[in-house]
């Protein structure tokens, strides 16, 4: 049987599809930003990407929450907000490195090869954790908690009925 026709592995196949998806809307915001900071206003490629992310995590964390774990309500919005945050903020620090690094290595280059080396260097440092925040979202972020499972029933026979005095004497029982 292939992977796609268990509906269990399809069904996780198309939430790694919508993640992708998130994942792509939040990265096209936070690029846009960090390249009008970075590339128009000569906004510190580290402030920049700090605004950038901080930015991009709100859709990412919304979007995911609800589009590609279908969580609703408010129930328990704060207690997977900090944890993704603190997963944004992982990632942030990762990515900062890598832009400032790319910021210190192209800045006597053209403003376009800088702010291109800039946003390279942050989608590479976010794409080397985007399978682990996948993993951990889905399996603790965003888990459904188990159903709870009711106690096994005990089933009891009922106990067998004393034969009759006539099917003993006629030898049927």
């Keep these: 049987m292939s992977f796609t026709r268990r509906p269990r592995h399809r069904a996780r ?9 998130v994942s ?9 930003v960090l390249g009008v900071l970075v590339g128009l206003l000569r906004v510190d490629a580290v402030v920049a990407n700090v605004v950038a992310t901080a ?6 964390f919304e979007l995911n929450r609800r589009w590609v774990w ?3 309500g408010g129930d328990r919005r704060l207690t997977q907000l900090v944890p ?6 992982g990632g942030l620090v990762l990515s900062s490195i890598a832009v400032h690094l790319a910021s210190a290595a192209t800045l006597a280059s053209s403003r376009i090869v800088h702010t291109g080396a800039v946003e390279l260097a942050n989608v590479g440092a976010y794409g080397a954790l985007w399978l682990i ?3 951990l979202c889905d399996r ?5 908690p188990a159903p709870a499972r009711p106690a096994p029933a005990t089933v009891l026979a009922p106990p067998e009925p004393d034969p009759s005095p006539e099917l003993l004497e006629s030898g049927i029982a």
């Design 55 to 60: 930015i991009g995590t709100v859709p990412s």
């Design 70 to 72: 279908s969580q609703r």
């Design 133 to 135: 925040q996948f993993f």
């Design 13 to 21: 196949l198309a939430k790694f599809v919508r993640y992708a998806s």
């Design 140 to 144: 603790l972020l965003f888990a459904h």
């Design 84 to 89: 993704f945050c603190a997963l944004s903020f």
């Design 24 to 32: 792509a809307i939040s990265t096209v915001t936070s690029l846009t």
